[in-house]
């Protein structure tokens, strides 16, 4: 399969997760999307989970991308952390999938941030020692995957302002060296 055939199935896989959800959403609809036949689609995707699996990877793959991009020498790294942070909870948490894929397979997406997170504060940046960078990035990590996948109970996290105001107290503690 091409990659381009691949972006197109995962694109309408992700438009049908964002509308209906994931387990709503079947593969003969994902093909009927895409503009393939069910079969063809089966002959490179075992079922739903692979496609679910892409489409979450490619978020991760965004998230990587968007703290490259926010990573300018005149912004701090607290700051460039902070607006990620920000842009993936408001964002995933508008995306109906998100939670929801999050929720069934964190890891997928966890362990790729985790990793990509440590190298922008221990290697790129040069902030913090490989262990304090691991741990911190696993925290930080972790506090994007619950902000994206569980109710708000004192903060509201469906507000961006609310986000940014959590990301700008909790973050900093998190990002300096001890």
Not at 50 to 60: F, H, K, M
Not at 61 to 74: H, P, V
Not at 80 to 89: G, K, N, P, Y
Not at 151 to 163: L, R, Y
Request: charge should be negative; glycine fraction near 4%.
């Amino acid at each position: 399969m091409t990659p381009e055939a691949r972006e197109q199935i995962v694109d309408a896989a992700a438009k049908l997760f964002a509308e209906q959800g994931i387990y709503a959403t079947s593969m003969a609809q994902i093909a009927k999307t895409a503009g393939i036949s069910r079969a063809w689609l089966y002959r490179n995707f075992d079922g739903r989970d692979p496609i679910v699996q892409a489409a979450l990877a490619r978020y991760s793959g965004q998230a990587a991308a968007m703290l490259t991009d926010a990573d300018r020498r005149e912004r701090s790294v607290e700051q460039a952390v902070i607006a990620v942070f920000c842009h993936l909870v408001t964002h995933g948490r508008r995306q109906r999938y998100i939670p929801e894929a999050l929720a069934a397979d964190p890891a997928s997406v966890i362990g790729p941030a985790v990793i990509e997170l440590q190298r922008y504060l221990v290697e790129q940046r040069a902030v913090l020692p490989e262990i304090q960078g691991r741990i911190a990035a696993e925290a930080i990590a972790r506090l994007i995957l619950s902000a994206i996948t569980t109710t708000s109970i004192t903060i509201d996290f469906d507000d961006p302002e609310a986000v940014a105001a959590f990301a700008q107290q909790i973050l900093p503690r998190l990002l300096t060296a001890h």
